[in-house]
């Protein structure tokens, strides 16, 4: 177990629909990442948030957006959902700012239908 | 452009048959090289972080090397838990800046 804890699980909509996905970080560390796995492509980087405030981003669509709240637990917003967004939705956590070392969740599944 | 290429995409062992999983990156201010493996469905785990030229770590049946373009992993004796894929993923930047950049994987098979 890393740690982090991500809900829901499974997640299954229309196309065109909106959904949020939540993410609580280890105890004590400030960075969330958001990244998104499809099955022909690797992890995608899509945003990053350190102690509330944006840090990094990646290769996130304008339809998406996140935030870090002062607890420190994340939500990515994923809008206008198209078929292509399927996709595993995983966030990870860390201690400092800049890392290479990572503890991930065990994902969001999401399928839109 | 940074890059990480992972090889071979797939690789099927037997039980015991010892081989390696290569990383090549082409990065411009590599901070750390990183393996990670990934079971189906479940987010990556962390297994090594490699920092400099001819570093070596190593954890069980897994030893991780690395050169100024390329990082191995080593797998001696496997076993069917070993099965998995492996993530290799550079870290880059300085300052405020920083960049992680994930290989594709190998995904390795364990036969018994």
């Known amino acids: 177990d890393s740690g982090v804890t991500q809900t829901p699980k499974h997640l299954i909509t229309a196309t065109g629909q909106r959904v949020t996905l939540r993410c609580s970080p280890r105890?004590?560390?400030?960075?969330v990442y958001w990244y998104q796995q499809s099955l022909d492509q690797g992890l995608q980087f899509l945003i990053q948030?350190?102690?509330?405030?944006?840090?990094a981003k990646g290769n996130i669509l304008e339809r998406f957006s996140a935030q870090q709240f002062p607890d420190l637990h994340s939500e990515l917003n994923l809008s206008s959902l198209e078929l292509g967004d399927s996709a595993l939705y995983f966030c990870?956590?860390?201690?400092?700012?800049?890392?290479?070392?990572?503890?991930f969740g065990s994902g969001t599944q999401l399928s839109v239908l | 452009e940074d890059q990480v290429t992972q090889s071979p995409e797939a690789l099927r062992l037997q039980e015991g048959e010892s081989s390696s999983l290569n990383c090549s990156y082409t990065v411009s201010g590599l901070r750390g090289l990183f393996w990670y493996r990934q079971d189906p469905g479940k987010g990556p785990e962390f297994l090594f972080t490699l920092y400099s030229a001819g570093e070596e770590k190593e954890k069980e049946r897994l030893k991780a090397t690395l050169t100024k373009k390329e990082s191995f992993l080593h797998i001696t004796a496997p076993k069917p838990e070993d099965s998995a894929t492996y993530l290799c993923?550079?870290?880059?930047?300085?300052?405020?800046?920083?960049?992680?950049?994930f290989g594709t994987g190998t995904k390795l098979q364990v036969i018994p």
């Open positions: 105890s004590g560390d400030l960075s």
């Open positions: 990870a956590s860390s201690v400092e700012p800049h890392a290479g070392k990572l503890f």
């Open positions: 993923v550079a870290y880059m930047g300085s300052g405020g800046y920083q960049k992680v950049t």
């Open positions: 948030y350190y102690n509330g405030e944006e840090r």
